[in-house]
């Protein structure tokens, strides 16, 4: 038996359990099936609205970077490499 239907087994044996446990008057266990029951819910809601996968992305290819020319400076560094304003 694989490790999957074990599971099934064993968790349909601790709903049945909790069922039996929320019938008799445990009410602890009447949160867990309602936590249990809205996580299924979730989970079905969620697959329904996802739909079907889409076809994958591709990346972009690479931009070409912007061509400067060497020679060009900044005019803050123009404005340095002038001096102070006011001198000659």
Do not use: H, K, W, Y
């Not at 074990?6 to 019938?23: E, R, W, Y």
């Not at 445990?26 to 889409?54: E, K, M, Q, Y």
């Amino acid at each position: 038996m694989s490790f999957t239907r074990a599971a099934i087994v064993f968790g349909v044996l601790a709903l049945i359990g909790l069922c039996i446990l929320a019938a008799i008057g445990f009410t602890p266990a009447i949160a867990v099936l309602v936590t249990f029951a809205v996580l299924v819910l979730f989970v079905a809601v969620g697959n329904l609205v996802s739909g079907r996968p889409g076809q994958p992305r591709f990346a972009r290819p690479p931009a070409e970077p912007a061509e400067t020319a060497p020679d060009e400076v900044a005019p803050t560094e123009r404005a340095l490499a002038d001096g102070p304003e006011g001198t000659p």
